[in-house]
């Protein structure tokens, strides 16, 4: 019986362990959490209004020569599909949190793709 509960109990462990993911965090300059990358998607909250970051997400993504597929867009959401010169598909989803408030999720393959796409829609947003 007891043998019984030891393995249940790594069981449960291990289910847990494996539910949670990898997950990776960007740091911004001042010190805070800008993104996390977690299960092939990389999700942030921007301080900018759907409209702003949907026009600094297709900018973007004409800038990185991403030829752009899909543009669906409405008050509340947003969602932009490319395609690269391999064609791997890149998804980016905005959702309007607040007026001033939006959250975007990015998944471009990998970490690097996704933070270098999120990395050129805030560089967007800052020159505009």
Do not use: W
Request: with cysteine.
């Amino acid at each position: 019986m007891q043998n019984r509960h030891i393995f249940l109990m790594f069981l449960l462990a291990a289910i847990v362990v494996m539910g949670q993911g990898c997950k990776t965090t960007l740091v911004g300059p001042e010190g805070k959490t800008s993104a996390v990358y977690s299960l092939g998607r990389l999700t942030a909250e921007e301080p900018s209004d759907i409209d702003s970051l949907y026009n600094a997400t297709i900018t973007s993504l004409t800038e990185l020569e991403l030829s752009i597929s899909q543009k669906l867009k409405d008050e509340l959401t947003a969602k932009v599909t490319a395609r690269d010169s391999n064609d791997r598909k890149v998804t980016i989803n905005l959702v309007s949190i607040t007026k001033d408030s939006t959250k975007i999720t990015i998944q471009a393959g990998s970490f690097a793709r996704a933070s270098r796409i999120y990395q050129m829609i805030q560089e967007t947003l800052n020159k505009g």
